[in-house]
């Protein structure tokens, strides 16, 4: 059965940096890619960032020049350092994982981030 585990999120000021980890386990299969998603109340759960197996990375452009994506292939743990955050950042994140050869997409239980003063 596949886990994701997530951690890191938490309070912190506008301008201020966060780093979520989301540990991937209990498939044999290879990652294909993993990412992050955020969601507000009352709205539709928005894209973040997706970093593929070849170590390509893409991003929204709202978070375009202060969140990176990384991972560790080793730990199958993906990793997004968030900087110059703002209180539009403020949301519960998701991260989410694709195995190559599984049509499931399997999503972590979320962390909650909160940009306030």
């Known amino acids: 059965q596949v886990q994701l585990v997530e951690s890191g999120g938490g309070l912190v000021q506008p301008g201020g940096s966060l780093r979520l980890s989301c540990a991937a386990s209990g498939s044999i299969l290879s990652i294909a890619a993993m990412g992050w998603y955020r969601q507000v109340p009352g709205k539709q759960r928005e894209w973040v960032a997706v970093?593929?197996?070849?170590?390509?990375?893409k991003y929204a452009e709202s978070v375009k020049g202060r969140f990176t994506i990384s991972s560790d292939d080793a730990k199958n743990t993906v990793y997004l350092q968030m900087n110059s955050l703002k209180p539009e950042d403020t949301a519960v994140y998701y991260c989410?994982?694709?195995?190559?050869?599984?049509?499931?997409?399997?999503w972590g239980q979320g962390t909650q981030v909160t940009v306030s003063s």
């Open positions: 970093i593929s197996s070849s170590d390509s990375t």
């Open positions: 989410n994982v694709v195995y190559k050869g599984d049509p499931v997409a399997y």
